[in-house]
């Protein structure tokens, strides 16, 4: 085994089993301090893991735990896509807080079990600081979201999401069970390749910001990426070397984010918003640079 493949199979590597026990163990705890909230007790609360956690595409020593805690009382809804007679014509009853409302409780029931190592200062998540015994847990107050619209047989329809109110007065639309659906389906298709790339990645970028090459890019954009480059470049049967799929990752980023490039069609690994669409934390430009970087890191050729 080359020096390179070798890199490349520890980059690989999903978090370690003490990780591993770390993250669940913070999302018990996220868990207990709501469910022991008596600003809660008229309400019911769910929980939905997300991000890398969820997706099994975090890497070791960097295994964050992502967690919505959703409102469970009545979501928001968009049927703006729908005729007059199709409308909903209701209104959102809102029951026991809002958006900064919900968010506000969620606040108090953190600080009240985690004290000075919860951080409110985040404009979407709540921040329970890592210790000994878990990692860091991002909490994100959120709610349910439907988007109505009609099926290929004209009949009204809806996609799930969820729905969060930032302190800064925007709302995020999400869809993570599609996003965590596709991710699978991807993986099996390109025989567990799918996330190995998308760890390797990320392994690559937390070096070269590191090595002051580039700033930090969230994690969740490597993934984006990788989820955008077709299952025919990964290998399918698990003997093709590491090398030449990421060499072959990289190298369709870099070819497909120059101009005229497929990249202004890529979509999330949700497959409904579009990747480089308004509002995002990167730009095409972010992922031509990350894969000069990286081909540049890895010594590809």
């Not at 990289?250 to 480089?276: H, M, V």
Request: proline share 4%; with cysteine; net charge neutral.
């Amino acid at each position: 085994m080359t020096a390179l493949e070798d890199k490349l199979t520890r980059y690989k590597a999903p978090s370690s089993n003490t990780e591993q026990e770390k993250q669940e163990r913070a999302e018990r705890m996220v868990r207990k301090a709501v469910n022991g909230w008596s600003g809660f007790n008229d309400i019911r609360t769910s929980f939905l893991p997300k991000g890398s956690y969820k997706n099994n595409t975090n890497v070791r020593t960097d295994s964050d735990v992502d967690i919505a805690v959703i409102h469970e009382g009545f979501f928001y809804y968009d049927d703006s896509a729908l005729c007059e007679v199709d409308k909903i014509h209701g209104s959102v009853a809102i029951k026991h807080f809002d958006g900064p409302g919900f968010r506000s409780e969620l606040e108090r029931a953190m600080r009240h079990a985690y004290g000075s190592d919860c951080d409110t200062s985040g404009t979407t998540a709540i921040e329970i600081a890592e210790n000994g015994g878990r990692v860091k847990a991002d909490v994100v107050p959120s709610f349910r979201y439907r988007y109505y619209h009609y099926d290929t047989f004209g009949k009204v329809a809806y996609r799930e999401g969820t729905k969060t109110w930032r302190t800064n007065g925007e709302w995020v639309i999400n869809y993570p069970q599609q996003q965590y659906d596709n991710g699978v389906a991807k993986n099996n298709r390109t025989g567990m390749r799918y996330k190995q790339m998308a760890r390797i990645l990320k392994r690559v970028e937390n070096d070269l910001v590191a090595a002051g090459q580039i700033g930090a890019l969230p994690s969740y954009f490597m993934e984006c990426l990788v989820y955008c480059t077709p299952d025919g470049h990964f290998n399918h049967g698990g003997l093709t070397p590491l090398t030449d799929d990421i060499s072959a990752v990289i190298g369709y980023i870099w070819n497909q984010t120059k101009p005229g490039g497929s990249a202004k069609d890529w979509r999330e690994p949700n497959g409904i918003k579009l990747l480089f669409g308004p509002g995002q934390k990167w730009s095409m430009e972010d992922a031509r640079e990350l894969a000069l970087k990286a081909w540049q890191n890895l010594g590809l050729s």
